[in-house]
């Protein structure tokens, strides 16, 4: 699975954003598929997770503000991000992983990775 993220860029507090994650690849439908992001000087943290049965996980603090979905006859991802906040800047990454039988929010547990696509909120 090839993956490539787009949609961030610069918005003010209180704004929304829709990050989009194109995938290529015939196993995409099988796959879970994951958003994290990485704000400057942290570590690489869970944003959400939508399973090849349909279920979706969120990060308990963005489950409110944040919608995740996925189509996989077009094999794309959304991350919609409403009331967005300062502390939500950071490098967004869409990703998947090979066939699982549970789902994971660890990002050593994705086999493959978007390229990431910067969103800044300004307060």
């Known amino acids: 699975v090839q993956l490539q993220a787009s949609g961030g860029g610069l918005v003010q507090a209180g704004g929304s954003l829709r990050l989009l994650c194109e995938a290529s690849?015939?196993?995409?439908?099988?796959?879970?598929t994951g958003w994290f992001r990485q704000a400057p000087g942290k570590g690489r943290e869970f944003v959400a997770v939508?399973?090849?049965?349909?279920?979706?996980y969120y990060e308990d603090s963005l489950k409110v503000r944040f919608t995740a979905s996925r189509d996989n006859a077009k094999k794309t991802m959304i991350l919609q991000m409403d009331s967005l906040k300062p502390e939500d800047t950071a490098v967004y990454y869409c990703?998947?992983?090979?066939?699982?039988?549970?789902?994971?929010?660890?990002?050593?547990?994705?086999?493959?990775w978007g390229q990431g696509t910067l969103v800044t909120v300004s307060s």
């Open positions: 939508v399973r090849r049965t349909g279920d979706i």
């Open positions: 990703a998947a992983t090979s066939y699982r039988l549970r789902v994971t929010m660890r990002p050593g547990d994705y086999d493959y």
């Open positions: 690849g015939r196993t995409f439908s099988s796959s879970d």
